[in-house]
């Protein structure tokens, strides 16, 4: 079988990579992909945006499965349109990814079918917004304004105070800050706790939950400074005792499949759950309709079984029938950023090292935002630039390989986080 992988990140790397070691897979193509992914797939600037385009390629190169990696297409409904087409795509439909695409679509779904999650409210108008915050009848826990639509991940503004509420609510639906994603609001509650990612491999009809992620947004160690796209993870996470899992399966997990279900929404892919872990228990901050990134590069290699036929199973409504076979240790990936990341940042340094690290044993170098020019070394082409995982027995073991690989690694302007996985060495179980 031929493969279309779409998307040009770090995700899409340890994805390309999961199909390309697959017995059952001849060609891996990735459009666009990037120059780490060019190693192992072939390369396309088709534009995946043009339907037509993109048919007559998966018909030119008998491309048997499509794997669709970021949120924008399938909010857009692309996986529809290959559906409709006869062509097998991992990715859920336009409908099913409103609950990535609109805030209040997916805390709407939790209401109707009692998802735990934080409280709050929804808003259409600034003044409607706006008169909710001056008025007495706004909650002071209500801090936080999320912008409904996709925003890169940045549309979420967590505040300490009334004024900064509304300094956020100006900030996404007056000055338009995320443009039309922020012409609808939501307010919420701040909840306070440890997060935790949790992605289930459905078609609708099975679930099959992988191992537990933990990302870490925030760009210095101890948490500190501004969050970004996600400095490094790990899993799976030890805090996460079978009292606490009992507890994510019972009031998250079925009754987010009930509710597919019963709205008859058609879900084939992965869904993954962004959980606070509050004192009061488990609940929902977000749902995304994708792989996360890091995440991937760190639950891709702790599975066993064969990427590809996991992926065409849920394409085509068979997950029943294959099982998840999970590696016995840990895996931990360390994200290599851009000097200035998240803030602004400069491209094109030269990279050293990636050969020395990649032999490391139990390593693997996936790219994130790299560019290179026929025969000359890698250079840096965007914020987040490279994601090492390293693989071990245990946390610890796992945590001292990518280290030892991402010091090999150099360029200018360099910087990663050197705790990533502390939190998991240091567990005691929730
Ligand atoms: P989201 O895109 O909804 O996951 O939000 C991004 C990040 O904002 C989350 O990973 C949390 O760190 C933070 N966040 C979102 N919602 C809340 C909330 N209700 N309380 C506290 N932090 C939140
Ligand atoms: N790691 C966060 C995300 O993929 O949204």
């Not at 697959?22 to 797939?41: D, E, K, W, Y």
């Not at 997916?106 to 709050?120: C, L, Q, V, Y």
């Not at 994200?335 to 990636?354: D, N, Q, R, W």
Request: hydrophobic share 40%; with cysteine; charged share 25%.
């Amino acid at each position: 079988m031929n493969v279309l992988v779409i998307g040009s990140g770090g995700r899409e790397h340890a994805i390309v990579w999961a199909l390309h070691r697959s017995p059952t897979v001849r060609q891996v193509f990735c459009a666009p992909g990037n120059a780490g992914i060019a190693g192992l797939a072939e390369c396309s600037d088709l534009n995946v945006r043009d339907g037509r385009a993109l048919l007559q390629f998966i018909e030119a190169k008998a491309v048997g499965l499509t794997v669709i990696g970021p949120e924008g297409p399938l909010v857009e409904g692309l996986a529809d349109d290959l559906r409709a087409a006869g062509h097998p795509v991992f990715g859920p439909g336009r409908a099913a990814a409103q609950l990535e695409g609109s805030k209040t679509f997916a805390k709407e779904f939790m209401s109707r079918h009692g998802i735990p999650t934080a409280g709050f409210r929804s808003f259409h108008t600034p003044a409607e917004a706006l008169g909710f915050v001056q008025s007495e009848k706004w909650p002071e826990s209500y801090r936080v304004v999320k912008a409904d639509g996709l925003a890169a991940g940045k549309g979420v503004l967590v505040c300490r105070s009334r004024e900064e509420v509304q300094a956020a609510v100006e900030r996404l639906m007056i000055e338009r800050a995320f443009g039309p994603a922020g012409d609808r609001i939501v307010i919420e509650e701040a909840m306070v706790g440890e997060e935790l990612s949790v992605m289930v491999l459905t078609d609708g009809e099975t679930f099959l939950p992988l191992p537990t992620t933990q990302d870490h947004k925030r760009v210095f160690d101890k948490d500190e400074g501004p969050n970004t796209g996600g400095m490094g993870a790990y899993g799976p996470v030890p805090q996460v005792s079978k009292g606490l899992w009992a507890r994510i399966e019972k009031e998250i997990l079925v009754r987010f499949s009930d509710g597919l279900r019963r709205e008859g929404l058609d879900y084939r892919g992965v869904i993954y759950i962004g959980i606070m872990l509050t004192p009061e228990g488990p609940k929902v901050l977000e749902f995304n309709v994708r792989f996360g990134d890091p995440e991937t590069q760190v639950l891709l290699p702790l599975v066993s079984s064969d990427w590809a036929k996991l992926f065409l199973a849920t394409a085509e409504g068979r997950l029943k029938d294959v099982s998840l076979r999970l590696k016995k240790g840990s895996a931990v990936t360390v994200v290599m950023a851009s000097g200035g990341y998240p803030g602004p940042y400069e491209k094109g340094k030269f990279i050293t090292g990636l050969d020395l690290a990649s032999k490391e044993p139990n390593v693997l170098v996936f790219h994130s935002g790299t560019e290179r020019s026929s025969s000359e070394p890698f250079k840096t082409a965007g914020g987040r630039v490279l994601a090492v995982t390293g693989f071990g027995e245990t946390l610890p073991a796992a945590r001292d390989r990518v280290y030892s690989a991402v010091k090999k690694i150099q360029f200018d302007g360099v910087h990663y986080r050197t705790d990533i996985a502390a939190r998991g060495i240091n567990a005691v179980p929730l």
